[in-house]
């Protein structure tokens, strides 16, 4: 790929696939990955999985899907700003959320509750199962097959003893090493992407205003440009000019830090990257506290919320229902699942048959969540 730095990802310092494949045609190796993710079952769910508000609650609000979509946008962006590999971060971007729960944190936390004596339940985690086993599309194996860069990148958090059952992909936790630049610039683009969406969308449905978001250094300075140079502009469209000048606001500064950082660590290599103390990708000290600010405001004042906060009861509750009515009788579950569950149960015993329902709840939908959870406690809903 033409401009890219030397310490960028590229094909000829990939660590390749698993299941080694005949090199693409047309394509690169990270755009092949790009477009297996988009082509995905789990990528497609990600239309109808909660980012703050529940699907069924207002057809502007952002999804899972919308918001992978905008990470992608902003990392290609800032890639390519840096001269790193944009095919890359953008597979990385569009990925990283496949092995999200159905009503986003809550439906997290309560599926880690149910699975705390099997070995608990995280999302990163779960987003590599989606891409090394779950999705069953290809004949020669069992996943996407993406390449090492790309499964490198899903995984940006990891446990020291899930880490040990990882292979090579674990080594880096064990040995403190740093993962591709790519990867980085895709962690920072996820932050940038959903604080920002989240004031959007918390405007949107009037939780939040305009006046409480000026106690927050980066929203005020904004909002006091953008009034001085429209004051008459309408309050939708002002909200739209803040929001989208602090993106880029914290775009600008990750890439002229980054470019400060790389101009003093002078990697050579991706293997220079990899050995780095720490990331080499990041905001600025004063942009990173005012990021910081903007996201315990959220916390505080958006995700408790009490319209969130109901959502999110009732969501623990159906994603609870659904592991204990699945875990006490496998019969319950859809043929295809129930196999799987007696399969994993056979090799694992009861960690196999918890990780079996953990994967089918995983994969469900906000509404087929709800759906299943009606037929099987209301008594109603008998099919």
């Known amino acids: 790929m033409n401009g890219l730095a030397p310490y960028a990802a590229n094909e000829t310092n990939s660590r390749g696939r698993k299941y080694p494949e005949p090199a693409p045609t047309y394509r690169t190796e990270f755009q ?18 909660t980012q703050v508000f529940v699907n069924h609650e207002g057809d502007l ?31 990385i971007s ?15 936390d309560a599926l880690n509750h149910c699975m705390r004596d099997f070995g608990g339940f995280e999302h990163n985690l779960q987003s590599l199962r989606v891409v090394e086993d779950l999705e069953e599309k290809y004949a020669d194996f069992n996943g996407l097959n993406l390449t090492y860069e790309a499964r490198e990148g899903i995984l940006k958090h990891c446990s020291p003893r899930h880490a040990q059952t990882l292979g090579q992909l674990g080594e880096r936790f064990i040995n403190k090493h740093q993962p591709s630049l790519e990867a980085q610039l895709a962690n920072l683009a996820d932050e940038i992407a959903y604080n920002n969406h989240d004031v959007d969308d918390g405007i949107r449905a009037q939780l939040i205003g305009l006046d409480q978001l000026s106690e927050i250094p980066l929203f005020s300075q904004i909002r006091i440009e953008v009034e001085k140079s429209y004051p008459t502009i ?10 989208r000048r602090m993106i880029d606001r914290l ?39 005012q990021n910081l600010a903007l996201k315990r405001f959220l916390r505080e004042n958006l995700y408790s919320q009490y319209r969130v906060y109901r959502m999110a009861k009732k969501a623990r509750i159906v994603v609870s229902d659904l592991f204990n009515a699945f875990f006490e009788d496998p019969k319950l579950l859809p043929q295809k699942h129930l196999n799987r569950a007696r399969n994993m149960e056979n090799n694992s015993g009861d960690t196999g048959r918890a990780r079996a329902i953990a994967d089918y709840i995983a994969g469900m939908t906000d509404r087929y969540a709800i759906m299943e959870h009606g037929k099987l406690f209301e008594p109603i809903r008998l099919t």
């Open 32 to 49: 092949r990955d790009r477009d297996r993710i988009v082509h995905s079952t789990a990528f497609r769910r990600l239309e109808y999985k």
């Open 61 to 91: 609000f952002r999804t899972r899907l919308t918001h992978s979509i905008e990470v992608a946008q902003i990392g290609r962006a800032m890639a390519r700003a840096l001269h790193l590999n944009e095919d890359l971060t953008e597979a």
């Open 94 to 108: 569009l990925a990283h959320d496949l092995g999200h729960t159905p009503f986003g944190h809550a439906g997290q």
């Open 234 to 243: 309408e309050e939708r469209r002002k909200t739209h000019e803040i929001v």
């Open 251 to 289: 775009a600008n500064d990750l890439i002229e830090t980054t470019t400060r950082n790389l101009a003093k660590a002078r990697p050579q290599s991706l293997a220079d990257v990899r050995n780095a103390k720490s990331p080499l990708v990041s905001f600025s000290p004063e942009i990173q506290q």
